[in-house]
């Protein structure tokens, strides 16, 4: 997620298990609008996605940082249709977004569903930043699992490090480990084309993912890659958010999500561990399911660790 103010970050979790070719294949994609200028929102720069565009997806959600500025008009984003919202909490090992904790106390006033994410700070220890999250971030702030940012940040003037992959992937699975030990819920990984091309392709398969893509369907620039939510643009225009602000879909229908959110109220038990519970698997085409526990589901029947995802 981009930091700056043209590209916030903007800070997955469908069915795991669609077998689909496309987007346009599966049942969740219920809306049969096309091609640019027919989103929820407005965009002050759309783009045309052809035939696999936002617009089908029910379920919109925001999310916000510092860049946005503290006037969020609450009551008017949720009567917007806006139906989820992740939120900038931490950075590195030493920096706290000075907008998260009014933002998420008042997204959980309205009745959003709300998560906090991370972005990840390569010139620093996993450890370091994982105590770091956990000292400033609430478990009552995580309703929705927490999301790691990891991406290249190429205007950063204190850290040009870029690990080799295997490090990446190494200081990211410690990391992840230590919030879901902390909150019970597995993160969601956030990332752009670049970083996931560099580091990511063929790994965390068991993890759900948000990608950032904003010219083209995720289906065509993430290599094999299933996804829960796609951040689609960072210039909409959404009531109650002054300016610009990034916006994101989720995978599945309006029913799978109320199904996986409500299911985050109520963790189960799994080897004495709370975690939350996962969203139901759905499978328009083939079923596919998998579970926190890596269990293998019989057709037909619902995994509650892990939320929808999208398939390629």
Partial sequence: M??????????????????ATSCTSTRYDLISTSSIGKGKFKDAKPADFGSDHPGKHEIHGI??????GDGVDWPTVKKSGISFVFFKATEGKDRVDPTFEKNWRAAAAVGIPYAPYHFYYFCSTPDEQADWFIQNVPKASVQMPPVIDVEWNHASKSCKLKPDPASVRAVMKRFMDRLEAYYGKRPIIYT??????DNLVGYFD???FWVRSTAAHPSKIYADRRWSFWQYTGTGIVPGVRGQTDINVFAGNAKQWRTWVAQLERPIQDGGTAVAAAVPTVAPVAPVAYAEAQTVMQPGLQSFAQPPVMPQ
């Fill in 206 to 208: 068991n993890y759900p």
């Fill in 192 to 197: 752009s084309v670049d970083f996931h091309r």
């Fill in 2 to 19: 981009p930091r700056l103010p043209t590209a916030l970050l903007a800070a997955a979790l469908l069915l795991t298990g669609l077998t």
């Fill in 63 to 68: 999310d916000l940082s510092k860049w946005n």
